[in-house]
């Protein structure tokens, strides 16, 4: 059982930054895939990012690519997620989640193949 808590969410002017970080429970942290969610109000959960169990490969969805970065450190089992240039179309509910993967090279976009989930961390964006 992994368990997975979410932090550095807030309230950033357009253009601006924030960090995310997960942190997970468990000896095993560097077996899973680990994937960044959102969901804004009134609009179905999306992929946003996901990192390998080895932290080798990455995976942006386009319109947060160049702006965002997914990162972990697999000693401290932590993965963050570097948001820069915010715009207010980021505004959502952030969630990270993990799923054992038969490589430490692969990772996943779907949702539904993550088991263990965040609560998730509100970030909002004005303009």
């Known amino acids: 059982q992994v368990q997975l808590v979410e932090s550095g969410g807030g309230l950033v002017q357009a253009g601006g930054s924030l960090r995310l970080s997960c942190a997970a429970s468990g000896r095993t942290f560097s077996s899973y895939a680990m994937g960044w969610f959102r969901q804004a109000p009134g609009k179905e959960r999306e992929f946003v990012a996901a990192i390998s169990g080895n932290g080798g490969s990455t995976h942006y969805k386009d319109s947060v690519k160049g702006r965002f970065t997914i990162s972990r450190d697999n000693a401290k089992n932590t993965v963050y997620l570097q948001m820069n240039s915010l715009k207010p179309e980021d505004t959502a509910v952030y969630s990270c989640?993990?799923?054992?993967?038969?490589?430490?090279?692969?990772?996943?976009?779907?949702?539904?193949?993550?088991?263990?989930w965040g609560q998730g961390t509100q970030v909002t964006v004005s303009s």
């Open positions: 989640a993990g799923t054992i993967r038969g490589s430490s090279w692969s990772t996943s976009y779907v949702p539904y193949e993550y088991n263990y």
